[in-house]
């Protein structure tokens, strides 16, 4: 607290019939008498009075100019219901006739309160604040309410905010400027794009470089050439850039200026309206004869080059000439190949704030922002429906408990929080725009002119260059958030964060609208949130560096993502973990260690920008569908008890390449993945393992059920790369339902082979395609090299996308592998006709066309007769009723022919049931 003097100096002002304001220097001494119950106004008072009183009640209007803020002494309870204007500002506390200034009791304002047309202040100390009205400042001023219980709900703050046009306008600084010769080469001007030569500059922190138009795509040029006479020719060319399609340029040529137009529209926060903005360089540099850099008054900051002016409008300004048209710049225009050019350049930023904080040496930190407000309380704060606009700063505590700002409007471009909650649940939603609609961004500028006589004509020439990389909104920047509950709630906010975020929440939801964006490197998802249990993420949640979620010693209870998750790795310990969202770990790694997994109709995706990341999940329950895993660097899966993927209409989509390629590192008990295609990319020479555990249960279609067994693997290698397969141990196998070979991977009978398998393991696979065709049969002949032999074997499996249905008549259809049906080697009925040849490639059922008799000699026994194949196995089964369990094989032999018979010598007369089994 501070001690304020007993001599105040006041200037009271009347407006003087408009043509400005009457001030009078009031001197005014504190009183010295008894301090009155009470002070109230009903009229309209321009001269400051001296107010010594318990209650001050102002029902009429303030109206005078003070040069400190207005205050009044010894008073307790403040009610505003009119108008207080002062551009100095305001101050309501209580200040004593002596001693230091101290919190009032309350101050009830439901009139508005103005410290515009000065470097004004408002400040509030009480500990019962009720504010409704408006309150007014400039741009630089200064807002402070500091109390125990604030209801600021349906309050409203403008700093420096109009509701007109001009709010859509970022505030400007100066980057670098420079004047100058240098050399020029016009043919650097006919180029594709045109360019300028490098120019010395002098930057914001007074330092001397070099710069250069460059990088832009001048391609597109106004021009105007005049020639008036056979002597004498004037050329004046602007060359644009502008990346920004919401914004349309023009270019005018005046008779003594180039003038550049920007246009754009730009809603207004608060009341929606939609308006149209200009924006003008002025660029005299041909006709301009003073090359000098002027400074101002102020601590000698240099002005922009004389040449340039910028003003900024609602509307084109009167007298412009009509626009030049686009063009681009024919060969000839120019003349010379290296001339003497006098230079004038100009950089200018356009950002949200008064000034840019923290960018030069001296220059205000974040906190010291002009234009800031600072609202404190010390028990709790509502700011339901609160509006503020224009502010560069602002500071939000309520660490006891803070009620929440549904429905409000708040812009700042800088922001600080401090919140908590005494109820268990803090509930941050719409407490301040997450975009801001100023146009931001830079502006750079190069002017040149020379002059030539070539063959009697005296050639002058204009060039102007314009870089432009405005935007039209800027995100609002969160510096500092502090938030202390139970569960902390994040619902329609964006919170972009450059300082520091600390949370002491066990629960945090992301709602579908809220996001977090940790944007400093030094930000830590764990460490800001070290007590976090479960994660609820609707939204979106990004971090500069890697995101880390719980830790192997203190593993969430549960993470449950539909949002999107955005970080440099992400690695995850929870008990429960579900995606149904999109995970990027960009140049990182993904690590997910859980117990119960469910991945359904998400993304894990690693790479961008071409890291080589790698997926590794460890779980106890693994439920995958319809859920993509892009892990350039590999895939590894360690599931102790359940691998699964719903079956073959998951959808699985995964990829992995070099160096890690494919881990299934244990096989789970139950579960398979009949659903999911694993994609392998390699470039020219890369090799990349796949491991495989599981059970080798040889060429036996049961080997593709609770296995682990793949629906599709697609090899795709790069010149003399290798797929290299084993097992995790002795005696594992893949079952691969279809085997895909694209490029150098289908080069497996070649003399350097793209496929190498281990000794003791099996690739099994059902079909085979390369380049879009069956290559089953030539895989099989191929498989028989020594490499391959008895390591890469073709099973008769007729799964979901490895089978065919063939109709054998309106009631029986078969279905039989789609590779052997297609086959053009094997008769698998032996029919004489091959299997892509014959309607009925399968012996079935209803050709068996068993019969049931009796022996017509001897004892009568039964005897069965039926049609079968020669060379085919033939196995009579049966047993004594339906009760029984299981079949007993009755007979074994091989047929000699199309028919068999045999008769059951060991039958009694006891009924018998019989099955015959015909295999080819």
């Not at 009183?53 to 803020?69: D, I, L, Q």
């Not at 009044?72 to 230091?100: H, I, M, Q």
């Not at 010693?553 to 929870?574: H, K, R, T």
């Not at 009760?883 to 032999?893: D, E, K, R």
Request: glycine residues 10%; contains cysteine.
């Amino acid at each position: 607290m501070s001690t304020v003097s007993r001599t105040t100096l006041h200037f009271s002002c009347l407006r003087a019939g408009g043509l400005g304001l009457a001030c009078l220097l009031v001197l005014g001494e504190r009183p010295a008498g008894a301090t009155a119950v009470g002070y109230t106004n009903n009229a309209v008072v321009t001269v400051a009075p001296v107010v010594d009183a318990t209650n001050f009640v102002n029902n009429g209007t303030f109206s005078f100019f003070t040069v400190t803020p207005f205050e009044t002494y010894n008073t307790v309870n403040f009610t505003n219901r009119g108008t207080l204007y002062d551009p100095a500002g305001f101050r309501f506390s209580t200040t004593p006739s002596e001693g230091p200034r101290r919190r009032a009791g309350w101050l009830d304002s439901r009139g508005e309160v103005d410290a515009i047309g000065g470097p004004g202040r408002i400040l509030i100390d009480a500990t019962n604040v009720l504010l409704r009205a408006t309150n007014r400042l400039d741009s630089s001023g200064l807002f402070e309410v500091f109390g125990d219980h604030l209801d600021l709900s349906r309050f409203t703050l403008f700093m420096g905010y109009s509701g007109t046009a001009q709010d859509t306008l970022g505030y400007r600084s100066d980057n670098y400027w420079g004047v100058g010769t240098n050399q020029l080469n016009p043919a650097d001007l006919e180029s594709q794009p045109a360019f300028t030569p490098v120019h010395t500059v002098t930057n914001a922190s007074g330092d001397t470089t070099a710069a250069q138009l460059l990088n832009a795509s001048f391609v597109n040029s106004s021009q105007q050439i005049n020639d008036p006479e056979a002597s004498n020719r004037v050329v004046r060319v602007a060359y644009l850039d502008n990346f920004n399609p919401d914004i349309t340029n023009r270019v005018f040529f005046t008779d003594t200026s180039i003038v550049v137009e920007w246009k754009w529209e730009a809603k207004d926060l608060l009341s929606q309206k939609v308006y149209t903005n200009y924006l003008y360089l002025y660029d005299d540099f041909g006709s301009t004869t003073n090359l000098g850099l002027a400074t101002n008054s102020v601590g000698g900051v240099v002005l922009p080059p004389p040449n340039y002016r910028l003003v900024t409008a609602t509307q084109p300004p009167a007298g412009l000439p009509p626009a030049a048209g686009l063009k681009t710049e024919p060969p000839g225009v120019f003349t010379g190949s290296g001339v003497s050019n006098e230079f004038s350049a100009y950089s200018v930023s356009f950002q949200p704030s008064v000034k840019v904080p923290g960018s030069l040496p001296g220059q205000p930190a974040i906190t010291n922002l002009p234009g800031r407000a600072l609202i404190h309380a010390g028990h709790n704060l509502d700011l339901k429906l609160a509006r503020m606009a224009g502010l560069s700063y602002l500071s939000l505590k309520s660490t006891n408990h803070f009620k929440g700002a549904l429905g409000a409007t708040i812009a700042s471009a800088y922001t600080d929080l401090d919140l908590g909650t005494t109820n268990g649940t803090l509930t941050i939603s719409e407490l301040f725009v997450p975009q801001l609609p100023i146009l931001t961004g830079d502006l750079r500028f190069y002017s040149g002119r020379w002059q030539e006589i070539v063959e009697g004509v005296t050639n002058r020439f204009h060039i102007l260059f314009v870089e432009s990389t405005l935007e039209l909104e800027v995100d609002a920047v969160v510096g500092n958030a502090n938030f202390r509950g139970t569960n902390v709630v994040l619902g329609k906010q964006v919170l972009n964060v450059a300082g520091t975020l600390s949370a002491d929440a066990q629960n945090l939801w992301i709602q579908t609208n809220g996001a977090i964006n940790l944007r400093e490197g030094g930000l830590v998802f764990a460490l800001s949130f070290p007590q976090l249990n479960t994660l609820t993420n609707d939204g979106f949640l990004s971090t500069y560096n890697a995101a880390s979620f719980g830790s192997s010693e203190n593993p969430y209870e549960a993470m449950v993502i539909s949002g999107v998750i955005a970080g440099q790795g992400v690695e995850a310990w929870s008990s429960y973990f579900q995606n149904s969202g999109d995970i990027y770990a960009g140049q990182g790694n993904l690590y997910l260690n859980g117990g119960d997994v469910v991945l359904d109709s998400g993304t894990f995706s690693l790479g961008d920008g071409g890291g080589v990341g790698e997926i590794s999940i460890q779980a106890t329950n693994l439920i995958v569908i319809n859920h993509s895993l892009n892990a350039p660097g590999g895939l590894s899966l360690n599931v102790t008890n359940v691998l699964d993927d719903g079956g073959p209409g998951s959808g699985n989509q995964w990829s992995a390449g070099f160096p890690n390629g494919v881990r299934l590192l244990r096989a789970p008990l139950n579960g398979n993945l009949l659903g999911t295609t694993i994609t392998l990319e390699l470039a020219p020479y890369e090799e990349t393992p796949i491991i495989w555990a599981g059970t080798d249960q040889g060429k036996d279609p049961a080997g593709y059920g609770t296995n682990a067994a793949l629906q599709e693997l697609v090899l795709d290698g790069g010149d003399f790369s290798l797929f290299k397969f084993s097992g995790v141990e002795p005696g594992n196998a893949l079952y691969v339902e279809t085997l895909t070979l694209a490029n150098y991977a289908t080069n497996v009978a070649a003399w350097l082979p793209s496929i190498e398998i281990a000794p003791d393991f099996t690739v099994y696979y059902a079909q085979a395609f390369a380049n879009g065709q069956d290559i089953t049969d030539s895989l099989k002949a191929a498989a028989q090299s020594p490499e391959l032999t008895n390591r890469l074997v073709w099973v008769d499996y007729a799964g979901a996308f490895s089978s065919v249905a063939i109709a054998y008549s309106p009631s029986e259809t078969v279905v039989m592998n789609a590779s052997l049906a297609a086959s053009t080697h094997i008769d698998s009925d032996a029919d004489g006709i091959v299997n892509a040849a014959d309607p009925t490639p399968l012996y079935t059922a209803s050709q068996v066309n068993l019969k049931l008799g009796l022996t017509s000699t001897g004892p009568r026994k039964p005897q069965l007769t039926w049609a079968t194949l020669p060379g085919a196995q033939n196995v009579v089964l049966g047993k004594e009723s339906w009760s029984q369990a299981g079949w007993v094989t009755l007979t074994n032999f091989v047929s000699g022919s199309n028919t068999a018979s045999w008769v059951d010598q060991g039958a009694s007369n006891s009924a018998r049931l019989y099955r015959v089994l015909v295999n080819p």
